[in-house]
């Protein structure tokens, strides 16, 4: 099955000095890894620098949940700042 063109765009502030705390984007292989923010199986798709700008589009590739965090500072932002959300895109009946 070709699935249509489904993104996810991420804008944040690129790092603009020493005590800025930048963000980058990783995806979490499943449900469990996204609730304990355990990001040693995750996979980085976007730079402390990508966010910037027009940010950048994140191709979602099949209908199942897509789970994503910050994986700075060892993943305190997805533990502390909750900094993690996750996308399930659904297919539209015509």
Known sequence: ???PKMVAVFKYDPPSGPDSRPH???LLPNLWSFLKCD????KRVATT??????GFEFRL???GPHYFACGESNGIHCN???MKFFVLPLPRWY
């Open 49 to 54: 620098t990508q966010g910037g700008g027009e």
């Open 39 to 42: 990001l040693r199986r995750a």
């Open 61 to 63: 590739k099949n209908w």
């Open 24 to 26: 980058s984007v990783y």
């Open 80 to 82: 502390v700042g909750m």
């Open 1 to 3: 099955m070709i699935l």
